[in-house]
């Protein structure tokens, strides 16, 4: 996609910096990936309540949610999956410059789509959290039936079945939501926050 030679950036008056201190905690994109039924949405909603009960400003970008809006033009192709992953990245870096906590529940199999989001944003702003849980235990919960339906062939493309999952090699975080209980997962993912400086 080309990008027209006629824009200019525009920086802001108001920084990042001064919606942070404003905010009182710093901004970070917090990327909450693994297979359907892994527990991606359910955990990053109960980090944010826990962020919000800390008057942290936050936001939720859920994979259903944007493709109803966002995205509602792109299929589950390799291709479209790529440019999924390139828009959510965009618009979580957006949220960062505004000063907020995002995080984004998204499936997102491949490494390479991952590490273009973070090369969006300065070291310190992504947090991948790897919702890693077994494909048995994943297919069990099938809380929207997907797995049902991929086995059954009426899904094509469907990350873990027809279509590959690439885990982490080394998130900042990795959460065994088939082992552990929600609460102690969200304090991992609170306590990595805690120990880059992004909340106190």
């Known amino acids: ?7 200019v950036w525009h920086d802001a008056a108001v920084t990042r910096a001064d919606r942070e201190e ?9 990327w909450f990936t693994g297979l359907s039924g892994s527990g991606k949405s359910t955990l990053a909603h109960a980090v944010e309540e826990a962020l919000h009960k800390i008057q942290a400003r936050t936001y939720v970008l859920d994979g259903d949610n944007i493709r109803h809006g966002l995205c509602q033009d792109l299929s589950f192709s390799d291709v479209d999956r790529v440019e999924n992953v ?9 949220f960062t410059d505004a000063g907020m906590m995002v995080l984004t529940a998204f499936i997102s199999p491949f490494r390479s789509d991952r590490q273009a989001v973070r090369d969006l944003v300065n070291d310190n702003d992504f947090i991948e959290v ?3 849980c077994s494909l048995d235990v994943c297919e069990e919960r099938d809380p929207k039936g997907l797995y049902k339906k991929a086995r059954a062939g009426s899904i094509a493309d469907f990350t873990g079945i027809s279509s590959p999952y690439e885990e982490p090699l080394s998130p900042e ?6 082992k552990q209980d929600l609460d102690e997962s969200v304090e991992q993912v609170l306590n990595v926050l805690r ?3 992004i909340i106190q």
């Open 1 to 7: 996609m080309a990008v027209s030679k006629n824009i």
């Open 195 to 197: 120990e880059r400086g």
């Open 130 to 132: 790897y919702c890693k």
């Open 86 to 94: 390139r828009r959510i990245g965009e618009v979580a870096k957006l």
């Open 173 to 178: 975080v990795a959460v065994e939501t088939d």
């Open 22 to 30: 404003m905010n009182g905690h710093k901004s970070a994109i917090i």
